[in-house]
């Protein structure tokens, strides 16, 4: 410890002040070191470099619905039902997410509004085991749809996903079908399904029921496509273009209708749904 550090641990007034480790937070595209606080305020948008990044169900839902929504019950599943294991017991994988997480699963719905837009939303959050699709996620999302049928409102679904669980093996792909089902009934009864695709939505929640909108939205930047980049490129043996599975790419080759900021996300859907409602379509 050199001479100057001595004297300033040693003078009473030159205490050191507790300072909270989550005061600021680094951007990770363009490393810009943010004020938390202020980051929150911007809705989790750099304001820098524009990066969005990820964010919880709960922090989705109040930005997106207005006050007062319902928090739809959270479904009971048999858990590990195959007993698998790799270098964890799945059921010790689940107990870790569950402990860093206010759920029970990675799909949280809600019924509420969008400004004055009856709704139910449904919410896939990345934090909880990658946002991975398997029985709880099938049952929250038909659940969700069951919810909209029952109130004769639209469904609007944010999807972010690694894909299906693979520590549910087949049961995990049975939900892949199951959700394709409960949109079937909901264009059959003449209700809206809107998606919002943000960062990453890859995999079997891409083949499913995230590519099936009435509409398609997508958050700037955000990642989305089945298999992953280098994969391809090693199968067809060829460079992909830059920017290849990003948002904007989709939009310009007609996958997507539109590329909206975060902070235009909520108007942009209170406007589809007006477009959209149940009372023009009856």
Known sequence: MSWLNRVRHSLPFAKRRDVPDNLWVKCPRCNEMLFSKEFAENLYVCPRCDYHARIGALARMNQ???????????????????????TKRYSERLKQARANSAHRDAFVSAFGAIEGQRAVVGVQDFAFMGGSMGMAVGNAF??????????????????????????????????????TVMIGRLKD??????????????????????????VQLAEPGALIGFAGQRVIQETIREQ???????????????MLDMVVHRKELRATLARVL?????????
Not at 199 to 213: E, F, Q
Not at 240 to 252: I, M, V
């Open 274 to 282: 007006s477009y959209l409602s149940p009372a023009q379509a009856a």
């Open 240 to 254: 992909l273009p830059e920017g290849f599975q990003r948002a904007e790419y989709l939009y310009e080759h007609g």
């Open 142 to 179: 038909c659940e969700a749809a069951a919810r909209a049928l029952k109130e004769r409102c639209p469904f609007v679904a944010v999807t972010a996903a690694g894909g299906a669980r693979m520590q549910e093996g087949i049961l995990s792909l049975m939900q892949m079908p199951r959700s």
């Open 189 to 214: 009864a003449r209700l809206p399904y809107v998606v919002v695709l943000a960062d990453p939505t890859t995999g079997g929640v891409t083949a499913s029921y995230a590519m099936l909108g009435d």
């Open 64 to 86: 997106l619905m207005d006050e007062g929504y319902e928090l739809l019950p959270e479904p009971q599943v048999k858990e590990d039902p195959l007993k698998f294991r790799d």
